[in-house]
């Protein structure tokens, strides 16, 4: 979800690519992933990534078919892996779960009745991050050169946590939580068509006339990924609230009510659990002759998924002058 309330708040505005040519972008790995991996399995074929024993890597399909439009661009991505969930991510990580669990019922019916459409749709929102995905997508990555961070939890946290500290441009994600973790810039509608949005934290906050930790407090009155809200709490009441009393605890006192764990979830997003020394090489250099026999010889992907991706590698290295590309 990511708090999606917070885009009422948040300072968005259309960038061209062409501003971002150049950059190093912190991607949230599981939030690119999955929507690549939903869109590979709702569109194309299961025989295309399925291997002999039945076990499904749309993943790599996506991955090919997604990485060239950071190189097309010049922008150098790093891909950010989540750690373990926080324990306060129980409840939202169970209601997936069984979210997941219900379309799932719902797809055993759409085959039954032979539906194809329904079958498509169903299967892309079934989808999970298996071992095998996390595992070959590490791979196909590394064959590849883009730099990978495992994160020791949250990886939009981490994400935000180097890009405050100067080692990337922007945080790529779809969350708006990007903001509650601290930000500063962050892309969204990297795996859509057309130009990315640019969410500004600083501009969010004086469009407020707020701090960061107002924002958070604010945000948690809402409701999170981590809380429930008040009730019949949105936005504007939020922030009216939060200016009024000053801060999380003055506005639960003045209106009689608590929030389970508010200071836990207030520490994660402020004080997040992130790895303070991560390294990383950005100059990269592609191999694509040994991932695209990996993708396509070790695993079995159909060759016509994934060749006009490695072909845009190719040439988006020539183009950008990267000749060392190979």
């Given at each position: 979800m990511g708090n999606a309330a917070l885009r009422d708040l948040a300072a968005i505005e259309t960038v061209p690519f062409a501003d971002l040519?150049?950059?190093v972008v912190a991607v949230d790995a599981h939030n690119w992933l999955y929507r690549y991996l939903t869109t590979t399995v709702r569109f194309t074929p299961d025989e295309a990534y399925t291997t002999g024993d039945g076990t499904e890597v749309a993943n790599l399909v996506g991955i090919v078919q997604g990485l060239p439009k950071f190189f097309e661009h010049g922008i150098t991505p790093v891909f950010v892996f989540d750690g373990g969930p926080s324990e306060l991510k129980t409840e939202e990580v169970e209601r997936r779960?069984?979210?997941r669990e219900h379309y799932e019922e719902q797809l055993e019916e759409a085959r039954e009745e032979g539906d194809?459409?329904?079958?498509?749709?169903?299967?892309?929102?079934?989808?999970?991050?298996?071992d095998v995905i996390q595992e070959t997508s590490r791979e196909v990555l590394r064959l590849l050169d883009?730099?990978?961070i495992e994160a020791p939890a949250e990886g939009e946290a981490q994400a935000a946590h180097v890009a405050r500290h100067g080692s990337v441009d922007y945080v790529g994600t779809e969350d708006y939580d990007a903001l509650l973790f601290g930000a500063p810039l962050t892309l969204r509608q990297l795996t859509s068509k057309g130009d990315p949005e640019l969410m500004d934290l600083d501009a969010t906050l004086d469009d407020h006339g707020i701090t960061y930790e107002q924002l958070v407090d604010?945000?948690?009155?809402?409701g999170t990924d981590f809380n429930d809200g008040i009730s019949g709490v949105g936005?504007?009441?939020a922030i009216s609230e939060i200016k009024e009393h000053g801060d999380l605890w003055s506005v639960l006192e003045a209106r009689g009510d608590t929030i389970p764990d508010a200071d836990l979830v207030r520490t994660l997003f402020l004080d997040p659990n992130v790895d303070e020394d991560v390294a990383f090489d950005d100059d990269i250099?592609?191999?694509?002759?040994a991932a695209r026999e990996y993708v396509v010889e070790e695993w079995g992907v159909h060759d016509d998924e994934v060749e006009r991706g490695f072909e845009r590698i190719r040439?988006?290295?020539?183009?950008?002058?990267?000749?060392r590309w190979t």
């Open positions: 040519e150049g950059s779960r069984e979210q194809d459409v329904r079958v498509a749709t169903l299967e892309s929102r079934t989808q999970r991050l298996t883009v730099p990978v604010a945000a948690i009155l809402i936005p504007k009441t250099t592609p191999d694509v002759d040439k988006s290295a020539v183009q950008t002058g990267l000749d």
